[in-house]
């Protein structure tokens, strides 16, 4: 069955950075769009960075332009985030998620496929 473990989560000071990493397994990984969500408490979950299929394009939220990175290793069927100047808004539950589509999706319903979330605490 189709599995995406994410890894890397933490906590961090304001300014800080980390990085998080989504290893996949159980799908034709360089066929699937990539994303991370994230939800804080009493928030709905929402779209954080996207990369297609073939990492050749990303696509990030407003909150995350400019300070967050994402790529991915096709070869090792994992994704990552670099996240850069961490702010304590971005304290959240960071979430994995696969798409059998051939564009960036924001949705979460666009998502056939999570992984269990990591914990992001950015400390003020």
């Known amino acids: 069955q189709v599995q995406l473990v994410e890894s890397g989560g933490g906590l961090v000071q304001a300014g800080g950075s980390l990085r998080l990493s989504c290893a996949a397994s159980g799908l034709t990984f360089s066929m699937y769009t990539m994303a991370w969500f994230r939800q804080a408490p009493g928030k709905e979950r929402e779209f954080v960075a996207g990369i297609l299929w073939s990492g050749g394009s990303t696509g990030y939220a407003d909150s995350a332009k400019g300070r967050f990175t994402m790529s991915r290793d096709n070869a090792k069927s994992t994704v990552y985030l670099q996240m850069n100047s961490l702010k304590p808004e971005d304290t959240a539950v960071y979430y994995c998620?696969?798409?059998?589509?051939?564009?960036?999706?924001?949705?979460?319903?666009?998502?056939?496929?999570w992984g269990q979330g990591t914990q992001v605490t950015v400390s003020s």
């Open positions: 998620a696969g798409s059998y589509r051939s564009r960036i999706e924001t949705l979460r319903l666009r998502y056939a496929y």
